[in-house]
Structures are given as C-alpha cells and as structure tokens.
C-alpha cells in the first residue's frame, strides 16, 4: 500500500497541502504533526520522527485490539499495509466478540474509536515517513501472556471470550500506553511534538482509569484457575514491572487503597523507556521481536 491524501488517514483539521508543502522542502520536520514550524533548521537526525513511528506501531497494536472486540478491524487493515492482524478462533469479525455488560461494551466502543483516531493522526500527519502496519498478534501472545502471568496456571486465554476477560486484556495495554508516551517526553526535541504527544497521553490515562476502575468493581469476581480479579491483576501488573523497570501497580498498594492512577511517591505517572515498552509488547526482556509484534515493530525503534 502506498501513502496517499485520502482522507482516510488524516484528520480534517490537519492542513495536508500545508503539511505536504512543508514536506517537500525540510523532511518531516513539523509537518508531522500538522502545526507551524519554527524558525530552526532542520536537525541532522529526525529523532522525533523516530518517536512517533514508535508510538505509531504502539497504536496500531492498541486499535487492533479494541476493533476487533467491537467488530470493526476491517477499518484498520485499510491503513498502513496488509501485514496480519492475528485473532483468537472463533472471533465474529463483522460483529466482535458478544458483551453482556452494556457498559463495557460502551467504553469499548469509545476506546476503539480513539484509538483508530490515534492511528489516522500519526499515519497521515507523519506521511511518506509513516511506518507500515507490523504483523500483529492478538492470539498467541495472549495466551503466553495470560500462562506467564498467573505461573501456568490460567491457559487458553482469550480477551474476547466474554467482559471480564476483555477488561483484563484491555489492563495489559492501557498503562503502557501511559508510561510509554510519557518516557517519550525525554527523548522529543520540539515542543510541539511534546505537546501532541501529551494530549495523546492524556486520553491513553482516561481509558486506563476507567478501566481500573470496572475492575476495581469486579475485584472479588473469580477470573480463571481459582485465581480473583484483582489476583490477575495484580499478577499482570507483577509480569510487567519484572520486564519493564518496576514501574507498575495493581488495582490496590501495598496498604490495601485502592489504585486508580498508578504512580511514584510525587503522583507523577511513571515514564518507561522504549526498551522498557519492547520488554513488555515482545513479552521477553532483550528480544528484537516476539510477543504481540512477532516480526518486530516497524521503523528505526525497534
């Protein structure tokens, strides 16, 4: 698939004729993000660039997941290539998976709208500098995720075989959207990028509280194995912070309060850095691909 202006894969309120103009003399530079560029030249490396193709594949993984519960995936696989998107056996792929809370289904709805917005930004601001759509798996990394974080004990799990599974699934996602966006603040130089960035990360918080909280909920709800909610929460939150710096929390501290926002000591959300993000989506500390992007992510992050 080639990049192209239709409107597919950009917002109205970018100026694509501005931003392609921009293009066409300096690079990506500020056109990445559809906003004015300053009276700087151009860096020797495009590190910003680099970033948001980062978070581009990240978004990728994260629409992937929520239109595929809500039945809508086909919208996706129009933008970015046609790498696979691998789904759990048995998904109705023009319907989703079946929700029996209306307000999981809702929040699912919501989300998955965001998240396709996240991808149509990044993909049609970036450009000819976007990354292709990497192979996506949201089959066989879920079940070695949900073995790895329950020790064996919960297997064959599927986030779309009914609500709570789905939240739990979602849990995985969310906060390291959070921390990865907010690690990214130290490595982006222009303030615009910084400012796009931290609107993203903004909404990625709203989805990850809100759906601590419907877990929160559900806490003493049996999951799978004899194991409660907030036992595999908990156990989730536990696989993540071994492979990503320590930088994580369940739905309750140490006291017993609960958490709806996790953060350090200063209530400042914890930032990861890309290799503490890869530990987490390749499912292995130190590995190039795996987990749920089996060939690796896309671009110069990697």
């Known amino acids: ?70 039945g809508r995936l086909d919208e996706l696989k129009k933008i970015g290539g046609d790498a696979a998107i691998r789904v759990p056996a048995g998904l109705d792929m023009a319907r989703g998976m079946q929700f029996k809370d209306s307000t999981v289904q809702a929040m699912a709805n919501d989300i998955a709208e965001d998240e396709l917005s996240h991808v149509k930004f990044l993909y049609g601001a970036l450009g000819k500098g976007a990354v292709m759509r990497p192979v996506l798996d949201l089959n066989g990394a879920f079940l070695a995720a949900g073995s790895a974080a329950s020790g064996g004990a919960i297997k064959g799990f599927n986030p779309y075989a009914n609500d709570l599974f789905f939240l739990h699934g979602a849990f995985i996602f969310e906060d390291v959207g959070v921390t990865a966006y907010n690690g990214a603040a ?59 710096g320590g930088k994580d929390m369940g739905l309750t501290d140490n006291t017993g309060n609960a958490v709806f926002a996790p953060a350090d000591k200063n209530a400042i959300a914890y930032g990861r850095s890309t290799r503490e993000v890869l530990n987490i989506v390749y499912l292995a500390p130190g590995a190039n691909k795996g987990g749920f992007f089996p060939n690796g992510l896309n671009g110069a992050i990697k």
């Open 1 to 70: 698939m080639t990049h192209n202006d239709t409107d597919q894969t950009a917002p109205t309120a970018l100026n694509r004729r501005a931003a392609l103009g921009f293009l066409g003399k300096a690079g990506l530079g500020m056109a990445a993000l559809g906003l004015a560029a300053p009276a700087l030249a151009a860096p020797a490396k495009d590190i910003d660039g680099d970033v948001l193709n980062f978070a581009l594949n990240l978004e990728y993984l994260e629409a992937a997941f929520y239109l595929a519960a809500v």
């Open 186 to 244: 130290t490595l982006i130089t222009n303030p615009a990028y910084l400012q796009a960035a931290a609107g993203i990360l903004a909404v990625e918080a709203y989805h990850g509280g809100a759906i601590r909280t419907m877990l929160y909920q559900q806490r003493q709800i049996t999951a799978a194995a004899g194991l409660y909610v907030g036992q595999v929460v908990q156990a989730i939150s536990n696989l993540r912070g071994k492979v990503g």
